[in-house]
């Protein structure tokens, strides 16, 4: 199944290039077309904890740079009043890759269709979270976009803006035959590095709405899919999944507020991922035991064991959790600033909440504060700084990372800076 | 019984009485007109559009939606393009404070979104107010905006924003 729609979703993604392709030659045949137009971001900074125990895919006491460093080239081309193309290609650490890229269609006024693969308008900011220029945190909360479950999607889109007065409404649509995605959590750490834990999403249809003015807008977003995910160690299919995410932004006289609400609520078959996290959660505690011994004894062989045997149960806690999410995990924040000449202050405090408590094998539940700075060096350029505690909750590791020596996981304070280009 | 009408001209409303509606409607346009022959204040922003442009006037909602990618046609003048000016001029952070009500940093961060997911590239931006003008009078379809005090007679006034 997964190898049919698999070749469905690249057949999909290689006709949108190559009609992307078809579209350039023919555009560039016109003399009197406008040129291309290039864009493009960047972002760099530094992250780092104050604790011993790693967290949110390997953020650790070591100044991290390259989680936070990215580079994206976009272009866009009209070609004529009613059809375009857009594409963009996005580099992190040593990986580029085309980001996404589809063609778009003005029948007319107010409404927009789209074909390609298109970055999915879930959360708040997931369908620009690269782009650090277009929000005001270092990075958007964890413990909502932690469980980001889709970030892009081969498909039909289309938007629909209709204007009342001074109020206008804004709907996105985005439907999906077939799309595979890697979900975000996935990152990987120092230690076990990223791996591949493709979700795939079948009849993924996502309905988004906007309403509001300048200075105020509430957001809805309902989504619904068939997930399924394979891995190595592990193969799910046909978990009926909904998302569903509310938001509002206010904007005015310098003041900012943002708060969001994210939950999923698809049901898993017991069936299905049961014997998997039965072997997994036997894993684990046999690498606890190995844990604990290495720790009696200090022998470089049962360090040697117990660190083989932990990294296996990580990659594979990694993967069940990327199912465990699909369930009941919900989050929220609020976020607020107050712009005072070139600098925003903002403080945020978080909220995710994940009824999977088995701290070896899922994702926890945890809150946390921030407050941080943005300061526009100049309208291309922002600095920010941000200071963040963490506090895990009901005895969960929250967005730490998974060590299965340990029963019980620390507050910490994660820090960051970075640099944001958008030009 | 007394009706009253409403005569919205130049972006003035005036209340009037039905008997006498047909007198001060023509004082209305008579005070339009003879406002247009007040000079322009220093810092107003003039809307401007090609000659042949089918529109004589036009909102600053519209022009908001237009320069923000919301909309890229007019009912009654099809599809528009628009021109902006560069980003170190100094009229173009007074068009987006005035009729965008942004700073240029916001504005900026709004076509980061739009641009980076697809949505919509900024208008683009030309080196100062006469290459405006000159290529607003050869684009019968195009919009963009000057200093009013700058407005000669190869364009034609849209919106004066004071």
């Not at chain 1, 991290?64 to 460093?69: G, Q, S, V």
């Not at chain 1, 506090?391 to 507050?411: A, E, V």
């Not at chain 2, 559009?49 to 009654?76: C, H």
Request: charged fraction near 15%; proline fraction near 4%; aromatic fraction near 8%.
């Amino acid at each position: 199944m997964f190898e049919g729609t698999n070749r469905l979703s690249r057949r999909l993604s290689v006709a949108s290039l190559g009609l992307l392709g078809l579209i350039g030659v023919a555009s560039g045949a016109k003399a009197d077309d406008q040129p291309a137009t290039w864009h493009g971001f960047f972002t760099s900074g530094v992250a780092f904890t104050n604790s011993s125990q790693s967290y949110n895919g390997g953020l650790s006491r070591s100044a991290d740079i390259e989680r936070l460093t990215r580079v994206g080239l976009n272009i866009e081309k009209s070609l004529d009043a009613r059809w375009g193309y857009a594409a963009q290609l996005i580099a992190n650490g040593k990986t580029i890759k085309p980001d996404w890229a589809f063609v778009s269609w003005y029948p007319m006024k107010d409404l927009t269709l789209r074909i390609g693969k298109q970055k999915a308008p879930m959360w708040l900011v997931s369908d620009h979270i690269d782009v650090g220029r277009s929000f005001p945190w270092v990075t958007p909360p964890e413990e909502v976009y932690s469980f980001n479950p889709v970030k892009r999607s081969s498909g039909f889109g289309a938007t629909y803006r209709l204007a009342l007065g001074g109020i206008e409404a804004v709907a996105d649509g985005l439907y999906s035959a077939s799309s595979t995605d890697t979900l975000d959590v996935v990152s990987g750490t120092k230690a076990a590095p990223a791996l591949d834990v493709k979700v795939q999403y079948r009849r993924l249809g996502i309905v988004n709405l906007v309403v509001g003015n300048d200075a105020f807008q509430v957001r809805g977003v309902y989504a619904k899919a068939a997930v399924g995910v394979k891995t190595d160690y592990y193969q799910v299919h046909n978990l009926n999944a909904g998302f569903g995410a509310a938001g509002l932004k206010v904007e005015t006289h310098g003041f900012l507020l943002l708060s969001e609400y994210a939950t999923i609520f698809g049901k898993v078959d017991p069936s299905e991922v049961g014997e998997a996290r039965d072997n997994l959660v036997a894993a684990a505690t046999s690498a606890a035991t190995l844990g604990a011994k290495a720790q009696q004894t200090g022998s470089a062989a049962d360090i040697q064991a117990a660190t083989a045997a932990g990294l296996g149960v990580q990659g594979a806690a990694i993967q069940d959790a990327a199912v465990s999410q699909m369930v009941g995990s919900r989050g929220w924040y609020a976020t607020t600033g107050y712009n005072i000449g070139a600098a925003m202050p903002y403080v945020t405090y978080a909220s995710l909440k994940n009824p999977d408590n088995n701290h070896l094998v899922s994702q926890g539940s945890q809150v946390s504060a921030s407050a941080g700075i943005k300061y526009d060096a100049n309208a291309y350029t922002d600095i920010k700084l941000q200071g963040q505690h963490v506090w895990p909750k009901d005895g969960t590791r929250g967005i730490l990372d998974l060590d299965p020596s340990r029963t019980k996981y620390p507050q910490l304070n994660v820090f960051q800076a970075v640099v944001d280009v958008a030009f | 019984m007394n009706f009253c009408s409403l005569i919205l001209t130049n972006g003035r409303i005036y209340i009037v009485n039905s008997l006498h509606s047909s007198f001060i409607a023509a004082l209305a346009v008579l005070l339009s007109l003879l406002s247009i022959s007040v000079p322009a204040v220093a810092d107003d922003i003039a809307i401007i559009a090609n000659s042949k442009f089918p529109l004589s006037t036009i909102s600053a909602e519209d022009v908001s939606n237009l320069y923000l990618g919301k909309v890229r046609e007019l009912t009654g003048a099809g599809v528009v393009k628009v021109v902006d000016q560069s980003a170190s001029s100094a009229i173009k952070g007074q068009f987006a404070q005035k009729v965008l009500n942004k700073t240029l940093s916001q504005l900026n961060a709004y076509w980061s979104v739009r641009i980076f997911t697809g949505r919509g590239v900024p208008p683009v931006g030309l080196s100062d107010e006469r290459t405006t003008k000159e290529w607003i009078a050869n684009n019968p379809e195009g919009i963009g905006y000057v200093l009013a005090k700058n407005v000669d007679k190869s364009v034609k006034v849209l919106l004066i924003v004071p």
